[in-house]
C-alpha cells in the first residue's frame, strides 16, 4: 500500500468519523449528513481500492481519470448547495410565520395600558 | 413611546420582519377580526389622512377591490425624484405588459383593500419592496385594482424602504419577482 493511500484511508474515517459524531451529538440531522457519508464513503473506495477509479475513468471515456473525482464531487457540492437554499428559503417562511403569530398573540393579550381587541 | 400614548391598538413583530412581513400582519390581523377593510399607509408623513377619503370613497361604492392612491394621475403635491420616477415607470409598464392592467404609481404604499383583498393578501405578500409585486398578484387573483389621484408629502422622517432605488438589485429582485410571481400564477391559478 502507497504512502498517499494511507494518508488518504486515514484522512476519510477521520471525516467519516467527524460526521458520525455530528449526527450522535444532535448537531446534524440524518437527513443532511446523507450527501456527506456517501461522499465518505466514495472517497474510502477510491483510496483503499486504487484501480477502481481508472475503471470508472475507463467506462466514461475520461481520458484523465483524476479529473473524473473533481467533475463529480464539484457536482454533488453543487446540487447540496441548491439544496440548502430551498431549505434556507423554506425556513425563511417559517421563522416569518411563527413572528407574525408571536406578534399577534402579544397583541391579543393587550398592549400595557390597554386591551388590544 | 409615542404610540402608548396615544393608547392605539398596535401589533409588533419579535424579529424584524422587513416591510413585507409588517404589512401582512396588519392584513392577518384585519382577516382575524373580521374587517371589512384594511387601510395601507406610510407612517413618515407621506401619506397625509386627510386624503383617505379619496379611497374609501370607491372601495365602499364598490369601485374595486383595491384602491391606490396615485401621486401622478393629476400630478399634484410631491412627485419624487427623477430616478425614482424613472423606476416607479418602469414597474408600472412591466405590470402593465404582464397583466394588461395599469397602475402608473406602483409603488405607492398609500392603499385601501376589501375584504376579499384581505383574504387574498393573508396568503400571500412579498418580503421585500413588495407595492408593484403586490399588484400582479392581485390582479392574477382576479381582483380588481384602481388608482385615484390623491396628493403626497415628502416624507419628513425616516427613510425609504427602497434605499437604492437605482440599485440593480432592487430592479432585478422585483422584476424575477414579478415575472416569477407572474408565472407561477398562471401555470397554478
Known sequence: ?????????VAVLFFLGLIARFIIKGKLRTEYSIIWILMGVMFLVFSVWRKSLDLLANFFGVYYAPSLIFIFFFFMIFIFLIHLSVVNSKQHEQIKKLAQEIALLKGEKGNPEEKAI | MKLKELKANYLSNPINLGIGGTVQLGFIYAAKNNFDVAIQMDGDGQHPPSELHKLMEP?????????IGSRFIDKEG???????????????????????????DSTSGYRAYNKSAIKELIKYYPDEY???????????????????PVIMNERVAGVSSIRRFTSIYYMVKVSLNTLFLHLKMKTNG
Open chain 2, 78 to 104: 410631491f412627485q419624487s425624484s427623477v430616478l425614482r420616477r424613472f423606476g416607479i415607470d418602469y414597474f408600472s409598464k412591466l405590470n402593465k405588459y404582464l397583466t394588461g392592467v395599469s397602475i402608473k
Open chain 2, 59 to 67: 372601495l365602499l361604492n364598490n369601485k374595486a377591490d383595491v384602491i
Open chain 1, 1 to 9: 500500500m502507497d504512502k498517499i493511500q494511507i494518508i488518504a484511508i
Open chain 2, 130 to 148: 413588495p407595492e408593484p409585486e403586490a399588484i400582479i398578484y392581485l390582479t392574477n387573483k382576479k381582483l380588481t385594482i384602481m388608482e385615484v
